[in-house]
């Protein structure tokens, strides 16, 4: 049973234009989101996070929103640069039982920026 | 520099053959996770630790083995058992007690020849 979802396996989006990426979650306990960006043969690096008591966090370029009641958060990147280019995952944790020590992550998608 | 090292980067291993991939972190980080990435798959939790001396099973044991005799080492061994070994390693840590995110290590490619 997958709890977060990345429904877009890849995006692809011209420079300078705005990207969206999307996840969805069924877990109610999840308080706590994450994206994390990804290139080949490398680790995922910390991206943005948001918490749940809040519907929008903005760090330069990438805002996350989160819609509880839809179980929804989205990543915009605004502008997308080539530098963008690599795998996002969407991650969740929350308080239950010792999962607040774990994150739950999204399968990925994979954003192409084009020049 | 604070970090968290995985090594070896690539790794080849036999069919049959127990293998240990290195995890250490200087972070100061109590918790520590192993995952395993797949194409088209994500990350899934293999095992992790909140604590020395003590560690859980994730979503995907079978197969592998850990140990936590030191709060900045947890090593993983991928046994005989482990039906489909070959794959993208990665290793994490975390502050316990919070909700925030990991820091990864750079992962171990795992090849089964």
């Known amino acids: 049973d997958q709890q977060v979802k990345q429904n877009s396996p890849s995006l692809s989006v011209q420079e300078g234009r705005i990207s969206i990426l999307n996840c969805d979650y069924t877990?109610?306990?999840?308080?706590?989101f994450l994206w994390y960006k990804k290139y080949p043969a490398e680790g995922p690096t910390f991206l943005i996070s948001?918490?749940?008591?809040?519907d929008k966090n903005e760090d330069g370029r990438f805002t996350v929103f989160l819609n509880k009641s839809a179980k929804h958060l989205s990543l915009h990147i605004v502008p997308s640069q080539p530098g963008d280019s690599a795998v996002y995952f969407c991650?969740?944790?929350?308080?239950?039982?010792?999962?607040?020590?774990?994150?739950?992550f999204g399968k990925g998608t994979l954003l192409t920026v084009n020049p | 520099d604070g970090g968290i090292t995985q090594s070896p980067k690539y790794l080849f291993r036999k069919e049959g053959q127990n293998v240990t991939l290195s995890c250490e972190q200087n972070?100061?980080?109590?918790?520590m996770y192993w995952y395993r990435q797949d194409p088209g798959q994500g990350l899934r939790l293999i095992y992790y630790?909140?604590?020395?001396?003590?560690?859980q099973k994730g979503d995907i044991a079978e197969g592998y083995s850990v140990s936590r005799e030191k709060k900045e080492s947890f090593p993983l061994t991928v046994t005989s058992a482990q039906k489909n070994p070959t794959a993208f390693y990665l290793c994490?840590?975390?502050?316990?007690?919070?909700?925030?995110?990991?820091?990864f290590g750079s992962g171990t490619r795992l090849t089964v020849v």
């Open positions: 630790s909140q604590i020395v001396n003590d560690f």
């Open positions: 994490a840590s975390k502050v316990a007690g919070t909700g925030g995110g990991y820091t």
């Open positions: 877990n109610s306990m999840f308080d706590y």
């Open positions: 972070l100061n980080h109590d918790a």
């Open positions: 991650a969740a944790s929350g308080i239950s039982g010792g999962s607040n020590y774990k994150l739950t």
């Open positions: 948001i918490s749940s008591i809040k």
